[in-house]
T-cell receptor, first 117, second 115 residues
Framework: DAGVIQSPRHEVTEMGQEVTLRCKPISGHNSLFWYRQTMMRGLELLIYFNNNVPIDDSGMPEDRFSAKMPNASFSTLKIQPSEPRDSAVYFC???????????????FGDGTRLSIL | GESVGLHLPTLSVQEGDNSIINCAYSNSASDYFIWYKQESGKGPQFIIDIRSNMDKRQGQRVTVLLNKTVKHLSLQIAATQPGDSAVYFCAENDPRRAAGNKLTFGGGTRVLVKP
């Protein structure tokens, strides 16, 4: 079965440029999560969606960050303008969520390694 | 516990020995716990989960133990192999959070398997 697919795997760009990260969740999953991982701060939840609706974006660092989920099979995380401190590995994860929480594990993609020069 | 990410404790294990990785959590309302394995250059990979109505669950070569009294979770790996070298994270879910499935991750433990 195809897992969570992220693109690109690596992105190097200059500060000030717009960066768009993409994620395709596992088919049938209706909950999607964006994380950022750095050596200093570990794994941080940025935002998550249930049934394409953003539920909690309290982890989004600032207004330069935005995320969308236009349909059940695609999500984007955009940084505009990018800064060197945004350099990190960004992960997308998906899970199956029911109205009554059923505690399903999240499954992660292999991430996008982002370097802002 | 909250992810700190600043310094990873390291567990060195001889190949063939059993490994025990520990995790302390602070939220007594958490009712679901997961262990993840992260290899270099990859995303966290689901290993095993356990619900709070259980105190032990076994998988293939892995066992998770949950002690709710002292808020402690452990992962035991039997007959550790070189492929088990990775960073291991525990994660927990608090059902009181709006629209469940949101996890809080621990800081991780690095496991190094010596041949």
């Amino acid at each position: 079965d195809a897992g969570v697919i992220q693109s690109p795997r690596h992105e190097v760009t200059e500060m000030g440029q717009e960066v768009t990260l993409r994620c395709k969740p596992i088919s049938g999953h209706n909950s999607l999560f964006w994380y950022r991982q750095t050596m200093m701060r570990g794994l941080e939840l940025l935002i998550y969606f249930n049934n394409n609706v953003p539920i909690d974006d309290s982890g989004m660092p600032e207004d330069r960050f935005s995320a969308k989920m236009p349909n059940a099979s695609f999500s984007t995380l955009k940084i505009q303008p990018s800064e060197p401190r945004d350099s990190a590995v960004y992960f997308c994860a998906s899970s199956y969520y029911l109205q009554v929480p059923s505690n399903q594990p999240q499954h992660f993609g292999d991430g996008t390694r982002l370097s802002i020069l | 516990g909250e992810s700190v990410g600043l310094h990873l404790p390291t567990l060195s294990v001889q190949e063939g020995d059993n490994s025990i990785i520990n995790c302390a959590y602070s939220n007594s309302a958490s009712d679901y716990f997961i262990w993840y394995k992260q290899e270099s250059g990859k995303g966290p990979q689901f290993i095993i989960d356990i619900r709070s109505n259980m105190d032990k669950r076994q998988g293939q070569r892995v066992t998770v133990l949950l002690n709710k009294t002292v808020k402690h979770l452990s992962l035991q790996i039997a007959a550790t192999q070189p492929g088990d070298s990775a960073v291991y994270f525990c994660a927990e879910n608090d059902p009181r959070r709006a629209a469940g499935n949101k996890l809080t991750f621990g800081g991780g433990t690095r496991v190094l398997v010596k041949p």
